[in-house]
């Protein structure tokens, strides 16, 4: 009986944020952090043992940092509240241990299946809601257009976990992952995510290329296959969406004035550069999560107003946290790859660390742009990344010991 009931602690929870999060965030959210909660009292014994494995102590490290930091920073017991927005990083560990009773064989292709299913679902969102109202901003209705195409670029990439079991023909099918999540990010008109997916696929290619799973003769076919596509796409109009105009706009500014002009851009660097002056003040520990903002704000020499962070998890990490907020952030953010890295050798484990460094690359990527950590969808989609990766290093290792 507790067999089953761990099992299906970890199905729903995946089922809540492949399936159902890039569509329906806020129910999906709440289903996984219950289900989080409700593995912390199935660990028993085996918690403990899985406490060894990367992709579960350096968050939990990263976590006591932020705490540390945090009540250091804000000099108050009230600091603490900060941890709320890492909240879903709790569930990392729980749910990890709970997925040692799944069966390893069937892992990868149920999670690409679910993914794949929960990033379609936001292709076909994206596009109903440009024929219905014509937006440029595709995904308002589900969330903010820019959470909206975090998680459907992350969920899309997940789907090519499919390619890391068992060899099929019809694993290839999962490659349609990125293809819709470019949709919906393109639809949604979010650059940050635009410039991601470039930085996913360009680490992807490099990964496969360097661990000898496509000839560098073949990565060349694809790429100019890519470029020449892209080219095709634009002379049939795909220049006029939104997503694709305003990063060919940044890049004409780029050119001519060295940093894009719009208003939105402006408005990020002066939170960055209210940020760095932030962090100069107090650059061991920050200043806590409650004030780092405002003081932000008043030391750059525009202020941009207020809002909840400074729209780049870097300077976030630097200005509330400090040094040790920087080192913690790093901890999450490598988790999943020395978790890959450190597994046994195995003929899964390049392409499952090619899948999570594209993973970990494009939410880096998304950070510079505005807050990743700290939002709880996006959060909620990285522990997920972290769950993923740890059941696939599993389902890896074991079909070692069995062969």
Known sequence: MLYSVRSAAVLLALVATLAM?????????VIFLALGGLSIALMFQRGGAQFRRPIIWMPVLGLG???????IGAQSFEGLIGLAYFSPLFAIWPLLSAAEDMKADDSSGLIAILALGGVAGAAVVALMEVVATG????????ANPIHFADVALLVGFIACAGLVGKVSLWRFLFLLGPVFATIAVVLSGTR?????IAAMLAVAAIGLVVLRLVSFKKALIALVVLVVGGAVALLLGAGQLSGIQRVLLDVADVLQNGVPTDEST??????ISGGIKAFLQAPIF??????????????????FGSWPHLHNDLVDFAASAGIVGLVAYALFLLAPIVEVVRAPGSAAKPRILVLVSALVAGFFVMGLTNAMFGILTVTVTYAVICVVAGILVSQASSAVKVS
């Open 266 to 271: 402006a408005i990020r660097l002066q939170m």
């Open 65 to 71: 940092l932020i705490a540390l930091s945090y009540g």
């Open 135 to 142: 937006t440029v901003r595709a995904g308002g209705g589900v």
């Open 21 to 29: 999060a890039p569509v329906a965030p806020e129910a999906g959210n």
């Open 192 to 196: 940050g995510a635009v410039v991601a």
């Open 286 to 303: 920050g200043h806590g999560p409650l004030a780092f903002v405002n003081l932000a704000n008043e030391l750059s020499e525009m202020p």
